[in-house]
T-cell receptor, first 113, second 115 residues
Framework: GNSVTQMEGPVTLSEEAFLTINCTYTATGYPSLFWYVQYPGEGLQLLLKATKADDKGSNKGFEATYRKETTSFHLEKGSVQVSDSAVYFCALSQETSGSRLTFGEGTQLTVNP | GAGVSQSPRYKVAKRGQDVALRCDPISGHVSLFWYQQALGQGPEFLTYFQNEAQLDKSGLPSDRFFAERPEGSVSTLKIQRTQQEDSAVYLC?????????????FGSGTRLTVV
């Protein structure tokens, strides 16, 4: 079945540091890939997505590129801010499994001033 | 409404008690999903509705879990005879279409604690 694996957390960075959160997936065919963010006390919010190989999703300074050859969708940001502190979830969906999202375990990011 | 609304926000139930969790999706959204999120884990799929039809309930962990969406808008997730392992955050999400590519809008969840 489908699965998503995220780098183990938590991740603690200083403000303006470079961020990478690794995500790899297992799926047959061509899934769509997503990053969701969960701020404290709030629901999951879609951060960015990519629906086919080599697509780059981007939003709020975050980027991720759909790499089919390495089955990866790593999240990056060049300069993090304190306000980026949240839990980040990588997820995939595939038509063969309906419209459901399959999530990774999440990575807690803390950015210190 | 402006977003997906879930109620109650918090629920404490004694083991063996029945609970009902409500989800008000965004008006006009066709698709509605329920997910279960255990502490420190990613959300796990429970069930999916398209309008009033429950198209997939393969993620429901036992026959104590039941979901309905009788008029294709508000949905209720019911858990009978709650057990401690049911303690989790229950998330509802809605989408205007039946595919995830649009990105679902999630509610803030109901945190269920079974004591």
């Amino acid at each position: 079945g489908n699965s998503v694996t995220q780098m183990e957390g938590p991740v603690t960075l200083s403000e303006e540091a470079f961020l990478t959160i690794n995500c790899t997936y297992t799926a047959t065919g061509y899934p769509s890939l997503f990053w969701y963010v969960q701020y404290p006390g709030e629901g999951l919010q879609l951060l960015l997505k990519a629906t086919k190989a080599d697509d780059k999703g981007s939003n709020k300074g975050f980027e991720a590129t759909y790499r089919k050859e390495t089955t990866s969708f790593h999240l990056e940001k060049g300069s993090v801010q304190v306000s980026d502190s949240a839990v980040y979830f990588c997820a995939l969906s595939q038509e063969t499994s309906g419209s459901r999202l399959t999530f990774g375990e999440g990575t807690q990011l803390t950015v210190n001033p | 409404g402006a977003g997906v609304s879930q109620s109650p926000r918090y629920k404490v139930a004694k083991r063996g008690q029945d609970v009902a969790l409500r989800c008000d999706p965004i008006s006009g959204h066709v698709s509605l999903f329920w997910y279960q999120q255990a502490l420190g884990q990613g959300p796990e799929f429970l069930t999916y509705f398209q309008n009033e039809a429950q198209l997939d309930k393969s993620g429901l962990p036992s026959d104590r879990f039941f979901a309905e969406r009788p008029e294709g808008s508000v949905s209720t997730l019911k858990i009978q005879r709650t057990q401690q392992e049911d303690s989790a955050v229950y998330l509802c999400a809605s989408s205007p279409q039946g595919v995830a590519n649009y990105g679902y809008t999630f509610g803030s969840g109901t945190r269920l604690t079974v004591v």
